[in-house]
Nanobody
Framework: QVQFVESGGGLVQPGGSLRLSCEAS????????MGWYRQAPGKQRESVAT???????NYADFVKGRFTISRDNAKNTVYLQMNSLMPEDTAVYYC?????????WGQGTQVTVSS
């Protein structure tokens, strides 16, 4: 059974930073591209960043220069370093494969950016 467990969210002031983690199990993690996604209240889930099995990264325009995705294949974990956070970054953040599967969505981790 494939499982992704996200952690690291919380409440942060505008301009602050958070580092999200996602630990994968039940999947040959190292061979798959992985991604971070987010869903804000009343909005559709959207892609934030992806990283290929070889470490090539891609970012949504709205996070370029602020967020960094990385992975540790030895720990089956993908990370999202988020800097210069803005109120519009408030959302539930999820990880999934780079081409997400509907049956792989986890609980996500809530990120709230507010003063």
């Amino acid at each position: 059974q494939v499982q992704f467990v996200e952690s690291g969210g919380g409440l942060v002031q505008p301009g602050g930073s958070l580092r999200l983690s996602c630990e994968a199990s039940g999947i040959a993690f190292s061979i798959y591209a992985m991604g971070w996604y987010r869903q804000a209240p009343g909005k559709q889930r959207e892609s934030v960043a992806t990283i290929t099995s070889s470490g090539r990264t891609n970012y949504a325009d709205f996070v370029k220069g602020r967020f960094t995705i990385s992975r540790d294949n030895a720990k089956n974990t993908v990370y999202l370093q988020m800097n210069s956070l803005m109120p519009e970054d408030t959302a539930v953040y999820y990880c999934n494969r780079g081409v997400p599967r509907n049956d792989y969505w986890g609980q996500g981790t809530q990120v709230t950016v507010s003063s």
